[in-house]
């Protein structure tokens, strides 16, 4: 046994060294994100309430074909039909998500065929009002598109790229996909 | 007699309130050590958590399950409480600020100490049920053990002062230097059996959250639960006021003999605040630093090292008093 070891097994150096560490760590800022008052930063890959992409200003890019009602598994989605207001074609009337109902699985977006239907990342999901106001509709559905192009255009996700890429490089081929 | 109700009255105050405050600074440091941020809600700083902590529990049902020996069950809070509070009473906390000075006050801290694990032996007991039994058991071979080692610990002391009064203690040290110097050996052994004397990380076995589901104290409800916590931090206070009266000097201090008068009092009093608070945050950062050990590695611990050293300083004091 060296005389290092020696001392280290009598004189108990190693405790000392886990007080410095923690002693340290008094002085590291804090983790905590102070929640409600706060706003979180999610990451981008998570899933949230969804947005309605349109095509251009009034015009939503779904065409109503019901490819999301038969994928999704929580049965949530209801949409009617109409006529294309300009052209050919059809689009959605009435489109509502029941978000209470909705398990944010993200399978609606997958299938979509002419990339209507996203998920966004809002998880503000709380509500005061009745089941009803749980209900997404076209509206809702559209403005949130728009606040989630604001909020690309501010990179307001930015900080958490970094994140994403660290723990998945396949995530990284999706979001350059985006 | 009634300044003798005042000073009881207030002491006791004082020693609730620095317990209060004891609890919400350990939530802030471990929050701190954690890199959280600890009690925040409630008021600045989370400063009126122990209030509502306090209100939370003196408004709950006060139960008691069927199956518990009810006057042990109701005593024995009390028992293990009465002992830590009463200890404060021979405590020199300033140049002439006492509430009573008898010649064996470090005698009756000890014994004090000693008789608080009756009330955990009690409440394990009565709680008849399995965690706080073993709980008792445990804690109950635990503190005896570490008893041994904290008495010898202070026999050093006690040779170079000839003395068993605490104020005699400090004036000696006041005089010549403070007592953790020669008695370093000493204030270690009796730093660490303070920390298992008082039930705390990581000598914590009879708590032990995670397996004894709070241990002795599993049954309590309202009061009898927080007479139990409160006797907790009350006797870390004693241990650390102890500490300071016996090996760090009580309230002397730098240039402490160039005042006199309540100037005196005053700054005495600062010093001694300010060192049990230095002792306090050691205990916490122990608490946050350390995971628990083992049951059988505490008990070896104690009578392996733990008293051969005490026995092997006390021979060397006595050596090194006879020859100088
Ligand atoms: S995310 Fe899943 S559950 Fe929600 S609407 Fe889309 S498909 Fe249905
Ligand atoms: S959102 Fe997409 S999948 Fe759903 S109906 Fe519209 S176009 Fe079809």
Redesign the interface.
Known sequence: MSTRDIIRKYLFTE?LQ??A???K??F?????T?YPYESVQMPRRARGIHYMREKEEGLTACTACNTCVKACPANCIALTKTKCPTGKGSIAEEYTIDLAKCIFCGYCSDVCPYDAIHLGHSLHLATQGSRESMKADLPFLTGNYYTYLDEEENDAYGVNYGLVRKFSDKSQVRLQED | MFLVLVQIITMILTVVMAVAYMTWMERK?IG??????GV?HTGPFGLLQPFADVLKLITKESFSPDQVNKPLFKVAPLIVFVPAILSFSVIPFSYGLWVSDISVSLLFVLAMGSLGTYGIVFAGWSSNSKYPMISSLRSTAQMISYEVPLFLSLIGVIILTGSLSLKEIVEYQNEHMWLVFPQILGFLLFAVSAVAETNRAPFDLAEAETELVGGFFTEYPSMGFALFFLAEYASMFLMSAVAVTVFLGGWSGPFINHFDGSAKVVIGLMYFVIKVYVLMFIFV??R???PRLRYDQLMSFAWLYLIPLGLFNIILTAVLAYIF
């Open positions: 405790l886990g007080m560490f923690t002693f760590n008094i590291v800022p804090k983790v905590t102070l | 440091i701190a050590i954690q890199n959280r941020y925040k950062w122990l946050a630093t350390f």
